[in-house]
């Protein structure tokens, strides 16, 4: 795999994980707290074995700024899709146009100097 798109692929990895231990225990309120900090815990760590490599390698490739808002990006597509697949909540246009901000963001990153 290409060192620019290895990076991405581990992250999106480590997004799915990192979700599921933020937002995965919406699902079942009726948990104790302490049960679900340590479930997420656990998720988290598996969160940790894919964002660290992702960093570690993409910093050849990627400045550290790139890095943060490609895994930004990232978090709102993973995010978006598990806020309507798994919480079955929609989003909504003011949603759409926070994330186009944020995106329009990523590309003055990515886009290098301005002059």
Do not use: D
């Amino acid at each position: 795999m290409s060192p620019q798109l290895l990076p991405v692929v581990l992250l999106s990895i480590s997004n799915v994980f990192m979700t599921f231990a933020w937002y995965g225990h919406l699902r079942f309120e009726g948990r104790p707290l302490w049960l679900v900090i340590l479930v997420s815990w656990l998720i988290a760590l598996a969160e940790y074995c894919f964002a660290v490599p992702a960093n570690r390698l993409g910093h050849a490739v990627y400045s550290a700024a790139e890095l943060k808002t490609m895994q930004e990006v990232i978090t709102l597509c993973v995010f978006a899709v598990f806020s309507v697949v798994y919480l079955g909540e929609r989003l909504t246009l003011n949603h759409l146009v926070g994330f186009g901000c944020i995106a329009l963001g990523a590309f003055f990153v990515f886009k290098g100097p301005l002059h």
